[in-house]
């Protein structure tokens, strides 16, 4: 098992700057390919949080722990600034932050060492892994969609959670990057999956399910029988409580992976990775309440659409769609919930860094 990022926590004097500066300069120009060289941001230290008296003691000499609320999340540079503000919104409310452990999922060709560095300065306690993504597999089948954004590699990594994560690992809480929680991963950790339910998420059963699939795909009496006897609705993927050792007893990245293979073969949806997971398990999931996954807040696939929060309380705001709130604060067009996420942003300007 890989050693655990757990880094002492840094000061702030001028040195520390200028080192911080040399690191990127170096990590920049050496630690990636030329092709791949980018513009690092660089983030503030976020404060600590601490465990409420009544939390368990837990052991995190290892990622396995059954009694930790484990987090899985995909890491990009694309959104890191999304991912950031994410850890410090699931720390900030949880009554138990350093019973959490994440888990972190990047492409085998990303800079890790630029990741584990930059998470590590703002969150120096945080016990986290990042685990490489080979893309390969996946590349050659995803379709085109309808948003070039869902075609990205890295989107399909949940695909393969139950391979990518420890196998010693019972239970994970997936979360997208574009996302911020304004209550105590606890709970939705602890959502009941029944006797034989694989995911948790909540459903959307308003939803125009049929409109996910094309009319190949329903034209076709063996496919659309696929439902048959099924209850099935829409949920999104970006919130999801999963059982990592029942899906891994019924192979469904196996099943999920074939559906790939038919889309390439015959176009039977439209919305990158989403329709496999609603083929194989749409009407089969535990339920979650509406209040943890306030979705579509980015617009769904309309930039500059600004949205409303659905009815009912609010425990996780979620900017899935073209429009993040990072991008629409930085070019002075907020939407108005884009105020929600701005107290979670912990990216540092230039003239902070200087000074």
């Not at 540079?77 to 888990?103: K, V």
Request: with cysteine; charged share 15%.
């Amino acid at each position: 098992m890989p050693k655990l990022a757990l880094i002492p926590p840094h000061d702030h004097h001028r040195h520390h700057r200028q080192l911080l500066l040399i690191f990127l300069l170096i990590s920049a120009t050496t630690a990636a390919p030329a092709s791949a060289t980018t513009n690092y941001q660089v983030f503030k230290e976020a404060p600590q949080f601490y465990n409420s008296p009544t939390c368990p003691s837990i052991h995190t000499n290892g990622m396995c722990c059954d009694q930790a609320v484990h987090v899985a999340m995909t890491l990009d540079t694309a959104y890191l600034r999304g991912l950031m503000a994410a850890i410090l919104s699931i720390l900030q409310h949880s009554s138990c932050p350093q019973n959490i452990l994440f888990h972190f999922i990047a492409s085998a060709t990303a800079n890790h060492q630029h990741f584990r560095y930059t998470i590590s300065r703002a969150f120096p306690a945080l016990v986290f892994q990042i685990y490489p993504y080979d893309s390969k597999a996946v590349s050659g089948l995803i379709s085109t969609s309808i948003r070039s954004a869902l075609d990205c590699p890295l989107n399909y990594a949940r695909n393969y959670l139950p391979n990518l994560l420890p196998r010693c690992l019972r239970r994970v809480v997936y979360l997208d990057s574009d996302l911020v929680l304004v209550d105590d991963m606890a709970k939705l950790a602890a959502t009941p999956l029944g006797d034989s339910s694989v995911l948790a998420a909540p459903e959307y059963c308003n939803a125009n399910f049929t409109s996910y699939f094309t009319p190949t795909f329903w034209s076709n009496p063996t496919l659309s029988l696929t439902f048959s006897g099924r209850k099935a609705c829409y949920f999104n993927t970006g919130v999801m409580v999963i059982d990592l050792q029942r899906w891994r007893a019924g192979d469904y990245t196996t099943e999920i992976v074939e559906w790939m293979e038919l889309q390439k073969r015959m176009r039977i949806y439209e919305l990158g990775s989403l329709p496999p997971f609603l083929l194989v398990f749409a009407g089969n999931i535990a339920p979650v309440d509406h209040r943890w996954n306030q979705h579509g807040l980015g617009g769904d696939n309309y930039r500059g659409l600004c949205r409303d929060l659905h009815p009912g309380p609010t425990s996780l705001l979620h900017w899935s769609g073209k429009g993040k709130p990072w991008a629409r604060l930085d070019a002075n067009r907020p939407c108005p919930l884009d105020a929600f996420w701005a107290p979670y942003d912990l990216l540092q300007t230039s003239s902070a860094l200087e000074s």
